[in-house]
């Protein structure tokens, strides 16, 4: 029989890729021995990791207990003697109180702090919705006889009076319009350098916050008075990332004893910012010097 020279090329071409079928098997396999040895040891070093995070995570978890359990008893200890931590730490400060929300009144407690470390308030006063109402600014406006259009004309109205001798007799005719309620205005009102802000309100009203508490810091620092603001632990809004905007200091549980004392000495070192209490709106949990 013929062969000629086209079939030898077809069988050694055939040869040639049945080698080299075989070549890449046998690698193939030898590789997949590789790789398996390497997941092997890729899958211990996982293990041998994933055991040391658990001990390493047991371990801050202790820590954290501990820690927890100090600071539990710290706050404790501070609930259980802050009136002797803020005694006389007031002497000779003269200190307004405003409130900026009506339904939500809590000035008493924080003239207690007040007078608890011998400071003297000299004013508590409300803010009424109707500072905001336009009918009751025009009434103020013509019986002032006065340019009064807004909240904030109002609110310099008010801050203005209060460096005058005759402030009750204004300060009766903002309450007659049902604007503020005064709840107590010392003799010597005059003489105050500083102003605790109690905020806080039971409904969310952003809107509130720029027509009212925005115009009322603005003001008081136009007239260099030390502005803290404070609410308690339980508000139902927070007005607080609101006032760390305005650059003043601020106390989120003012009601417990930790946020009396932060309260006091805010006051008696005029810090200059900070944001103190509980909660992750809070830099620290009392103010460090």
């Known amino acids: 029989m013929h062969i000629n020279m086209k079939y030898y090329i077809v069988t050694i071409g055939a040869i040639f890729i049945a080698l080299g079928i075989g070549m890449l098997v046998g690698f193939n396999l030898n590789y997949d021995q590789a790789l398996s040895k390497q997941q092997a040891s890729i899958i211990g070093d996982l293990d041998n990791k994933f055991e ?3 001990t390493t995570n047991k371990d801050l978890e202790k820590k954290l207990s501990k820690n ?16 002797k931590l803020i005694k006389d730490e007031l002497q000779d400060k003269h200190i307004g109180i405003i409130s900026t929300t009506e339904n939500y009144d809590y000035t008493q407690d924080v003239a207690n702090t007040i007078t608890d470390a011998s400071g003297q308030v000299s004013f508590n006063i409300i803010l009424k919705d109707g500072i905001t109402n336009n009918d009751k600014i025009k009434e103020l406006s013509s019986s002032q ?3 009064l259009k807004s909240s904030k004309d109002v609110i310099n109205y008010l801050i203005d009076s209060l460096k005058e001798s ?8 903002l309450e007659k319009l049902d604007m503020i309620k005064v709840n107590s205005i010392a003799d010597n009102y005059v003489d105050y350098s500083q102003v605790v802000i ?10 509130k916050f720029e027509d009212i508490d925005k115009n009322l810091i603005s003001k008081l620092k136009s007239e260099d008075k030390y502005i803290v603001a404070t609410q308690k632990s339980d508000v139902g809004f927070s007005y607080i990332d609101m006032y760390k905007k305005s650059k003043i200091p601020t106390i989120n ?3 417990e004893g930790l946020g009396k004392l932060s309260l006091v000495y805010t006051l008696k070192d005029s ?5 103190f209490g509980r909660g992750e709106s809070a830099d620290s949990i009392i103010p460090f010097k």
């Open 166 to 173: 005759n402030a009750i007799e204004k300060l009766q005719q």
């Open 253 to 255: 549980n003012s009601e």
């Open 52 to 54: 040391e995070i658990k």
């Open 271 to 275: 810090t200059e910012q900070g944001n």
């Open 145 to 147: 006889n006065l340019e």
């Open 198 to 207: 109690a905020s806080g309100n039971n409904n969310e009203d952003s809107k």
């Open 68 to 83: 927890k359990n100090e600071y539990n008893k710290l706050v404790e200890y501070v609930n259980d003697n802050y009136a």
